[in-house]
């Protein structure tokens, strides 16, 4: 199970944001941070949803957008105030005998451009989650009959995936970082096109005062 899952089945966003300071009422009701709200707007459970704002999502979602966090350190954030143990893929002195090793058979220049690339996937892959996460809440239909837009079905088949890919760059041993380089380097890249896609799609249609211009519908 990944930091994503695991944290998201231990804790509630009525949780989170009863230790973040926010005053959930006995109906389930809060002032809504993320707007100036004088009377209680946002649903507060499992997850959230302001009928003010419209600001809606799970308990790592609300983390993100209450510290202006990545996806990720929304995560561990949560994992370590609520000391949730997560589930770590190697051990430190592992990694760290592992990193020594791979210093010693390689020039400094690679380890470099290891480390690049790597802060690169990193960078790119939390934009996507955070984009797919976006989709997920933003696209999911509202009738049982409703044609599934496209990019809710993308962020069904790729949000879990990505989840993991960033699991393995930011808590995975050396060797397993370095071999997720080499080997996916190149779908890191089709994906940083795809945002770029997306931004100017996105440009292009609030240029031109349309949402639904080249939106797809998945049946």
């Given at each position: 199970?990944?930091i ?12 989170a ?16 941070p ?25 308990v ?32 430190k002195?592992?990694a ?7 210093q010693?058979?390689n ?18 892959l ?21 044609a ?60 031109i005062?349309?949402?639904n ?7």
């Amino acid at each position: 199970m990944n930091i994503f899952k695991q944290t998201k089945e231990s804790i509630t966003t009525k949780q989170a944001a009863e230790i973040y300071g926010v005053k959930v009422n006995r109906n389930g009701m809060a002032c809504c941070p993320f707007h100036n709200d004088k009377h209680p707007s946002m649903k507060v459970d499992e997850n959230f949803y302001c009928f003010a704002c419209g600001a809606k999502g799970d308990v790592i979602h609300f983390v993100e957008k209450f510290f202006g966090l990545t996806s990720y350190e929304a995560a561990k954030k949560l994992a370590d105030d609520f000391r949730i143990p997560i589930e770590m893929k190697q051990k430190k002195s592992n990694a760290i005998s592992k990193r020594k090793k791979i210093q010693k058979k390689n020039p400094y220049q690679l380890m470099q451009e290891f480390e690049k690339w790597e802060k690169y996937c990193i960078r790119i892959l939390s934009e996507y989650l955070h984009l797919l996460e976006e989709w997920k809440l933003q696209y999911a239909p509202q009738f049982p009959d409703e044609a599934w837009r496209e990019q809710f079905v993308e962020a069904c088949n790729r949000k879990e995936q990505t989840e993991y890919y960033l699991d393995i760059l930011l808590e995975g041993d050396l060797d397993e970082r370095i071999e997720f380089v080499k080997n996916k380097g190149e779908e890191v890249k089709a994906i940083e096109k795809r945002l770029e896609q997306h931004r100017r799609r996105d440009n292009h249609e609030n240029g031109i005062g349309s949402s639904n211009n080249g939106e797809r519908l998945v049946s």
